[in-house]
């Protein structure tokens, strides 16, 4: 079997000739660019590499790699139209989108602006991640005044700096579909409840959607509008060059829900709902969830809505445990990711509780299809080379059906 079918196996619930394995073929399955430094280095390749996604560091991961460990997918997302040589904090050399701007920020801290120099993402001096600052509809009282950020809002996941447009990204897709056996997945980069809290301020969008309904309500049904008009532009350039759709949507903590579910059934499902129905109607391929933390108490409503993939499947988070999810859900949703418990066992963990740990996953989800191979989120800067290597390697070992 190629990687793509046995991607679309998975997906269709049935048993390829091995589980399918991912790193990279979305924005939260891949690698930072300093682990992805430190494993070429490992492996005696040199270093460097694209940073496709900079505000978390994530680097795009390379044919040698996506060869050496079988890898089954690639991502779809809009990039740059040129690159320019730089480095990461701690020396080590990369390539970031030409447009990318920062700027010294208050406290030795760095900040992500734009052009005209305001600042929407901030990142400590010791870190590797850009925080939102600056929400720029912090000062937004009622629906009505909406109407005077709709360019922000239709703007929101589409980063200036991933400049080739619609029409550059349609050519790279298909070139790449008619280059690769994997499957390609369209990074579609939406968010709904993360979205109200980047725009708003996170205690403010919190507080609107108890006490401030009518805005909450407002400002998703923009944000819904703004992507459905993308999709519309997006898919017929498409075509058939990709073959499933990720969105983004963090509902959990490490302990339960983020919010109340009632709250978010009341509040947020509704807007997914017609999210997600109108990407599937104009894609026609499977829709994949990011959602992280403790979402298990959620999986019915997502099966509900439309999602047919969830990731990363957060094995560490409450209520995730992989035998318990596959055994309640796994007929209904395919599992993208808790091959490896990133927090404790890939980072902390020896070579073999890697292995280990890998071995015990593949046994929980892989039976019956519905399971594709990925880490738990990205892989941080702290992971020792060698557990990935392990990992991939427990995954080849172990994944043949």
Not at 320 to 333: P, Q, T, V
Request: hydrophobic share 40%; proline share 7%; aromatic share 8%.
């Amino acid at each position: 079997m190629t990687h793509r079918e046995r991607v679309l196996a998975a997906l269709q619930h049935k048993e390829p000739d091995r589980v399918p394995v991912d790193l990279g073929g979305t924005e939260s399955s891949g690698m930072t660019a300093a682990a992805y430094n430190h494993l070429k280095r490992f492996l005696g390749l040199a270093e460097g590499g694209r940073i496709f996604e900079p505000y978390q560091h994530v680097a795009l991961i390379e044919d040698e790699l996506k060869d050496r460990f079988r890898l089954a997918a690639y991502p779809v997302i809009f990039e740059p139209r040129r690159w320019r040589a730089d480095h990461l904090p701690d020396g080590s050399p990369c390539e970031l989108p030409e447009l990318w701007r920062t700027a010294p920020g208050p406290d030795g801290t760095e900040e992500a602006v734009d052009a005209a120099g305001f600042a929407a993402g901030r990142r400590a001096s010791t870190g590797h991640h850009f925080d939102p600052v600056n929400p720029p509809l912090s000062e937004v009282t009622s629906p009505a005044d909406l109407a005077h950020h709709r360019q922000a809002i239709a703007r929101f996941d589409w980063p200036a700096f991933a400049d080739e447009g619609i029409e550059g990204l349609a050519r790279r897709a298909r070139l790449l579909r008619d280059q690769s056996d994997r499957a390609a997945v369209l990074n579609f980069q939406s968010h709904l409840l993360a979205a109200g809290q980047i725009l708003r301020g996170f205690e403010a969008f919190m507080t609107d959607l108890l006490l401030d309904p009518r805005l909450a309500d407002a400002l998703l049904s923009e944000l819904v509008d703004a992507y459905c008009q993308r999709a519309d532009r997006l898919f017929p350039a498409l075509g058939d060059a990709v073959d499933v759709v990720l969105v983004n949507d963090d509902l959990g903590t490490q302990a339960g829900p983020m919010l109340s579910p009632d709250l978010y059934r009341k509040r947020i499902k509704p807007h997914q709902k017609r999210l997600f129905a109108h990407l599937k109607a104009g894609s026609g391929c499977p829709l994949l969830l990011h959602a992280c933390g403790s979402v298990r108490w959620a999986i019915p409503d997502l099966i509900e809505i439309g999602v047919d993939a969830l990731n990363p499947v957060q094995v560490s988070a409450a209520g995730m445990e992989s035998a318990g999810l596959k055994r309640d859900f796994g007929r209904d949703i395919t599992f993208w990711g808790g091959g490896c418990d990133t927090q404790h066992v890939l980072s902390r963990g020896t070579v073999q509780e890697v292995k280990d740990e890998v071995k015990r996953r593949i046994t929980d989800f892989a039976p019956g299809g519905g399971f594709i191979f990925c880490q738990v989120h990205n892989v941080q800067p702290e992971v020792p080379p060698e557990n990935v290597v392990a990992m991939f390697e427990a995954a080849d070992e172990y994944g043949l059906y």
